[in-house]
């Protein structure tokens, strides 16, 4: 790349003036390739499956091109974080003094007929019994309003109560269940 002087200043030869427009040529060419690249994210792939380091609209690399990985290729192996979950606040503990028998009582015997916890059952009996507390604190009759559901409750436990043709039935298909079941296990005897 011979440059030529002349009168002082140096002249650029072909060679350089086509090195420069090459130059030119190849930054504009590239600088209209640029894309924007989306955003990935780690996860499974939404039509193959896999687990995958980036994800682009929930799918991989190979699914977004529609090519198949190389027979040799493995899914990378990716150990996510755990998603936060939120601190559980701790209920506030309400104890009974041992001195309140009757009310311990109380509450042993609506848990077991609740099938829930002790805790459980309490929290029942203190809303239970805020429903007859008005406002001052004064304690007042139940209303027909009560009653009425209190009947309803037991009209509905009397008519799904099981009838004695149904315990006989169930009885005798639980007995010839139990001779089938001795039966095969005394085959495999």
């Known amino acids: 790349m011979a440059r030529c ?3 002082g200043r140096i002249v650029p ?14 930054a504009r060419g590239l600088s209209r390739t640029r894309v ?11 039509d193959c499956g896999h687990m995958m380091l980036r994800l ?4 991989c690399a190979f ?11 493995e899914p990378p192996v990716i150990n996510l974080p755990r998603p936060r ?8 503990s309400v104890q009974l003094p041992s001195s309140a028998i009757d009310a311990i009582k109380a509450v042993e015997k609506r848990a077991r007929g609740l099938g829930t916890s002790q805790g459980e059952a309490a929290a029942d009996l203190i809303v239970a ?29 009397l008519v799904t109560a099981a009838s004695p043709s149904i315990v006989e039935a169930l009885t005798t298909r639980a007995e010839l269940a139990e001779r089938k ?7 495999f005897a």
Not at 36 to 46: D, T
Not at 63 to 73: I, K, M
Not at 181 to 187: P, V
């Open 5 to 7: 002087t002349t009168g």
């Open 13 to 26: 030869d072909a060679a350089d003036m086509a090195a420069e427009i090459q130059a030119e040529t190849v």
């Open 36 to 46: 924007q690249i989306s955003a990935g994210v780690a996860g499974e792939c939404s």
């Open 56 to 59: 682009v609209g929930g799918l």
């Open 63 to 73: 699914c977004r091109d529609g090519r198949l990985p190389p027979d040799d290729w």
């Open 85 to 92: 979950e939120e601190s559980v606040v701790m209920p506030k």
């Open 129 to 157: 019994g805020l429903r007859t507390i008005d406002s001052e604190g004064v304690r007042t009759p139940l209303s027909d309003f009560d009653v009425e559901e209190l009947l309803a409750e037991v009209r509905l436990r």
């Open 181 to 187: 079941l001795a039966q095969i296990q005394a085959a």
